[in-house]
């Protein structure tokens, strides 16, 4: 049985002067005091931090979530293996352009933000791993006519057939991030690409988030 799942699209758009916000790209993660950083254990045995992507502040996307498929409170936030594609060849695996394992995507739903500290990995030399935080706003159009394709709830545009391969039939995208760049980084997922963050119905619909997986889409 497929449950429905109707939402608009919610857009995204990256914007420096926005101010400190809870909704943003790169830059620290915002965890529970004493939550450990997402990491996984890569081919040599050894732990490594996941590439932290986004956290979105549910608050901010209430007006805009009109089919209710989200939480309207607390934080939503996305981690998985994208360090390749960022430039970062010491890392062992990237997401690809199969749908991926369950462990190679971290989705974190936290209710509420009381308590919380940012957290940023950092390498040997104490030196950040990832870039910059970017501050991101939310609208139900693009806010520019050329301007990158991030969204919650997008429609499967990039995706050159039919259906997701079994058993992901009919699974949504949560999460649709574009290749884009900044001041200190460059991210390109297989040729001007999409990484899309895909959850089933049903998990969206009970507010699971520990089965996301994830697909880098080219055309």
């Known amino acids: 049985m497929t449950t429905t ?3 608009e699209q919610i857009h ?3 914007d420096r002067n926005a101010g400190k916000r809870l ?3 790169w830059g620290p993660a915002m965890l529970p005091a004493g939550y450990p950083y997402p990491e996984y254990i890569d081919s040599d045995g050894d732990p490594w931090p996941y590439n932290f992507i986004c956290q979105i502040d549910l608050g901010d996307i209430a007006p805009l979530d009109t089919g209710n498929l989200l939480p309207h409170k607390g934080l939503l936030s996305f981690f998985c293996k994208i360090d390749h594609y960022l430039g970062n060849y010491g890392a062992a695996y990237s997401i690809g352009g199969y749908i991926s394992d369950a462990e190679d ?3 974190l739903y936290f209710p509420d ?3 919380f500290e940012e957290i940023m990995p950092a390498d040997e030399d104490g030196n950040p791993l990832y870039p910059q935080e970017l501050p991101v706003v939310f609208s139900d159009r693009p806010k520019k006519r050329h301007t990158e394709e991030h969204a919650l709830f997008a429609p499967p545009v990039h995706r050159e057939w039919e259906n997701w ?3 992901f039939e ?3 995208i949560l999460l649709q991030v574009d290749s884009f760049e900044g001041t200190d980084f460059n991210l390109n997922f297989m040729d001007c690409g999409v990484l899309v963050f895909l959850i089933s119905p ?3 619909a009970a507010r699971r988030f520990d089965n996301v997986r994830a697909i880098v889409l080219s055309t």
Do not use: A, N
């Open 5 to 7: 799942c109707r939402s």
């Open 12 to 14: 995204i758009t990256t």
């Open 23 to 25: 909704s943003h790209f």
């Open 105 to 107: 995507v971290k989705v």
């Open 113 to 115: 933000c009381d308590g």
């Open 165 to 167: 391969d079994h058993p």
């Open 170 to 172: 009919d699974w949504i």
């Open 202 to 204: 049903e998990d969206l």
